[in-house]
């Protein structure tokens, strides 16, 4: 059993993060080492990143996605870029094979998501799965553990509009975080490296 030190206390309620808040991308590795399993070989860690790039809002997952594989998270495992999305019309059949590669895997579901206008920007980490499709009243399956969502733009009114409508830097600008974030919390959890010397920006 290999156990790396629990230096943060674990929350029961997502944390809040601004995409471009001072060691945005730190604080989210820090949280996302608290919600992984403790025995760091006991499950494969898959990211799920949800989203198509055929509307700007929705773009955040597979820019995480296309971000880590373009700078490989090894041994995590990444599923949904822009080149081979995980979108409405094939999750299931996404799910299911992600299932089948990865049995009792860890899942971090990643999306994008709709809140209040001052939340835009806000990336939040947590327990429980994201529910795609929510903001813009899909019912699609559940996905993930824990979750990591960025909020991109403003809910209430014509989601789809919205969505479609969204700032492409600002989405850009958080999948960059995220990525790091990820990419940070893996080389400390894999490793025996300290977190001052996986504290860089790679994207």
Not at 146 to 171: A, D, Y
Request: proline share 5%.
């Amino acid at each position: 059993m290999n156990l790396k030190p629990r230096f943060f206390e674990k929350r029961g309620s997502p944390v809040r993060i601004l995409h471009d808040e001072y060691r945005a991308a730190s604080k989210l590795a820090e949280e996302l080492v608290t919600l992984l399993p403790e025995e760091k070989n006991s499950r494969q860690i898959v990211c799920v990143c949800i989203g198509t790039d055929r509307s700007t809002g929705d773009s955040l997952g597979p820019l995480i996605g296309t971000l880590l594989k373009e700078n490989s998270v090894s041994p995590f495992h990444v599923y949904g870029t822009l080149e081979d999305p995980i979108h409405a019309v094939n999750i299931h059949e996404k799910l299911k094979a992600i299932k089948d590669l990865h049995p009792h895997s860890f899942i971090i579901g990643i999306d994008a998501c709709l809140g209040h206008l001052k939340s835009v920007g806000v990336i939040q980490i947590g327990n429980g799965p994201v529910k795609p499709g929510a903001g813009v009243n899909k019912k699609l399956p559940e996905v993930g553990d824990i979750h990591i969502t960025g909020i991109v733009n403003i809910s209430g009114f014509m989601e789809f509009f919205v969505l479609q409508n969204t700032r492409l830097n600002l989405v850009l600008n958080m999948a960059k975080t995220i990525a790091n974030g990820i990419h940070r919390a893996n080389k400390y959890y894999h490793s025996e490296q300290s977190w001052s010397n996986v504290n860089e920006n790679i994207f």
